[in-house]
């Protein structure tokens, strides 16, 4: 619109300077709207001017933050760089510390009497559960629980080699020989004990010898009814009998039809027995009452004479 104006006005003083005949009101108002458009003209410059001073000055100042920017940058990243090579520094000597304290502590331990006491106490304690463990685990292989701090009188291999001496003459043990050892431990039987209290002897293993009193279809296959004595050579006047099978339970002892040790043992003959107490036995006997007699769990029988 003031474009338009002043174009109007421009047409005006125009057609004035050609002598065209304008009304002298006209010209009058032309003259005055061509004043006001060069008055707005020259506002709007100095707006202008103002405008694009205020934006040299803004960028003048991003120019210049931009530079405190990259200083600060800088600043940072050299900062970082010194923060990174004091963390190293300190690393080195934590480093250093721990080593030259280790070695103070080897010294000690190796040189300080008390100290080299105390040490071989524990190794000689895990060599002892080291090596009882492998004998009792004697088809698994053989481990142990090394702690540095014994380095100053044992290494972890010399610690093995140790338990694996140790153990050797009960791990090259064969079948046979651990079972007769095993048997070896059985204790011959108080047979007053036993008749008192069954119950007490339940899982411990004894040594007796016995004449079979009952051995027929009525024990089954795999169990018998025997007087016992607690030692060899006695005579069974007494009737301290006892019930003998394979396992705790009379049911399967009298289910049970496979007993090879068994083979040509019958009824009247002598036996030894290496048994495990199983408690008590209760039966029915054949006038309506019942009996209780010990429960004894067979783990090898050896025949002593034929009845």
Same mark, same amino acid.
Not at 33 to 56: C, F, I, Y
Not at 76 to 105: F, G, H, K, M, P
Not at 219 to 245: I, M, P
């Given at each position: 619109?003031?474009?338009?104006?002043?174009?109007?006005?421009?047409?005006?003083?125009?057609?004035?300077?050609?002598?065209?005949?304008?009304?002298?009101?006209?010209?009058?108002?032309?003259?005055?709207?061509?004043?006001?458009?060069?008055?707005?003209?020259?506002?709007?410059?100095?707006?202008?001017?103002?405008?694009?001073?205020?934006?040299?000055?803004?960028?003048?100042?991003?120019?210049?933050?931009?530079?405190?920017?990259?200083?600060?940058?800088?600043?940072?990243?050299?900062?970082?760089?010194?923060?990174?090579?004091?963390?190293?520094?300190? !690393?080195?000597?934590?480093?250093?510390?721990?080593?030259?304290?280790?070695?103070?502590?080897?010294?000690?331990?190796?040189?300080?009497?008390?100290?080299?006491?105390?040490?071989?106490?524990?190794?000689?304690?895990?060599?002892?559960?080291?090596?009882?463990?492998?004998?009792?685990?004697?088809?698994?292989?053989?481990?142990?629980? %090394?702690?540095?701090?014994?380095?100053?009188?044992?290494?972890?291999?010399?610690?093995?080699? %140790?338990?694996?001496?140790?153990?050797?003459?009960?791990? /090259?043990?064969?079948?046979?020989?651990?079972?007769?050892?095993?048997?070896?431990?059985?204790?011959?039987?108080?047979?007053?004990?036993?008749?008192?209290?069954?119950?007490?002897? /339940?899982?411990?293993?004894?040594?007796?010898?016995?004449?079979?009193?009952?051995?027929?279809?009525?024990?089954?296959?795999?169990?018998?009814?025997?007087? %016992?004595?607690?030692?060899?050579?006695?005579?069974?006047?007494?009737?301290?009998?006892?019930?003998?099978?394979?396992?705790?339970?009379?049911?399967?002892?009298?289910?049970?039809?496979?007993?090879?040790?068994?083979?040509?043992?019958?009824? !009247?003959?002598?036996?030894?027995?290496?048994?495990?107490?199983?408690?008590? %036995? /209760?039966?029915?006997?054949?006038?309506?009452?019942?009996?209780?007699?010990?429960?004894?769990?067979?783990?090898?029988?050896?025949?002593?004479?034929?009845?």
């Amino acid at each position: 619109m003031k474009k338009l104006a002043v174009g109007v006005a421009s047409v005006a003083v125009f057609l004035a300077a050609c002598g065209g005949g304008t009304d002298p009101a006209v010209e009058e108002a032309a003259a005055a709207e061509l004043q006001a458009a060069q008055e707005e003209a020259a506002s709007l410059t100095s707006e202008l001017e103002k405008r694009q001073s205020e934006l040299d000055q803004t960028a003048a100042e991003l120019a210049e933050s931009s530079g405190e920017v990259k200083t600060l940058t800088e600043t940072v990243a050299s900062v970082e760089s010194d923060l990174a090579t004091a963390e190293r520094e300190r !690393d080195d000597a934590i480093a250093e510390r721990d080593a030259a304290t280790a070695e103070a502590v080897a010294l000690r331990q190796q040189y300080d009497p008390e100290i080299r006491a105390s040490l071989q106490a524990e190794v000689d304690a895990e060599i002892s559960r080291a090596t009882a463990d492998a004998v009792e685990n004697y088809d698994d292989p053989i481990t142990v629980d %090394f702690d540095s701090s014994w380095e100053p009188i044992i290494s972890e291999q010399e610690l093995l080699d %140790f338990v694996t001496a140790a153990a050797a003459p009960e791990r /090259s043990k064969g079948a046979d020989e651990r079972e007769a050892e095993r048997l070896s431990s059985y204790e011959t039987i108080n047979v007053d004990q036993v008749i008192k209290n069954p119950d007490a002897y /339940s899982g411990t293993g004894v040594l007796m010898w016995a004449r079979i009193v009952q051995y027929d279809a009525a024990t089954g296959v795999c169990s018998f009814q025997a007087n %016992f004595l607690g030692y060899q050579g006695g005579r069974f006047d007494y009737d301290e009998r006892g019930q003998f099978g394979y396992g705790e339970d009379a049911l399967a002892q009298s289910l049970n039809l496979v007993c090879p040790d068994l083979d040509g043992i019958d009824q !009247d003959d002598t036996i030894k027995v290496w048994a495990t107490g199983g408690g008590s %036995f /209760s039966y029915s006997t054949r006038n309506g009452g019942t009996n209780t007699i010990p429960l004894f769990s067979i783990e090898k029988v050896e025949l002593i004479s034929k009845g």
